[in-house]
């Protein structure tokens, strides 16, 4: 995994994903529930913008990449394991058209407002 450098703009997405590591938060375990279907869907689109070589979300000031798609599953489905606040069919409508951005250290999906 590389070493990120996050702006301000990513650390509430990245806020609510420990906190809901924590807390436990976010949905069942079961591996068909909307929570793990939708980190799916981020770690997708992040890997469709980040290109051939890493999959990364982030914005215009820096980015959080991963090797590969399954790294990126294993931090976003982290907290799936009980019932959260979090609008999953939100988010995945807001990823039906992800948006990419040029982060400073290179191609990165900008997560809609939906998926913090």
């Known amino acids: 995994m590389t070493i990120p450098t996050i702006s301000l703009r990513i650390l509430p997405g990245l806020f609510v994903l ?10 069942s375990s079961d591996g068909d529930s ?7 869907t981020i770690c997708a689109a992040a890997c469709t913008c980040g290109g051939s070589s890493r999959c990364a979300i982030g ?20 907290g799936c394991s009980s019932p959260g606040n979090v609008d999953f069919t939100a988010c ?20 809609p407002t939906a998926c913090d």
Do not use: H, R, W
């Not at 420990?18 to 949905?27: P, Q, R």
């Not at 909307?34 to 799916?40: D, E, L, M, R, S």
């Open 92 to 111: 995945q409508s807001a990823l039906a058209s992800p948006m990419c951005v040029q982060s400073s250290n290179g191609p990165a999906l900008d997560l």
């Open 59 to 78: 914005d215009s000031s820096s980015s959080i990449s991963f090797d590969n798609e399954t790294a990126c599953v294993a931090l976003y489905s982290m």
């Open 34 to 40: 909307p929570c793990v279907k939708t980190a799916k």
């Open 18 to 27: 420990a906190v809901l590591a924590v807390t436990g938060a976010g949905c």
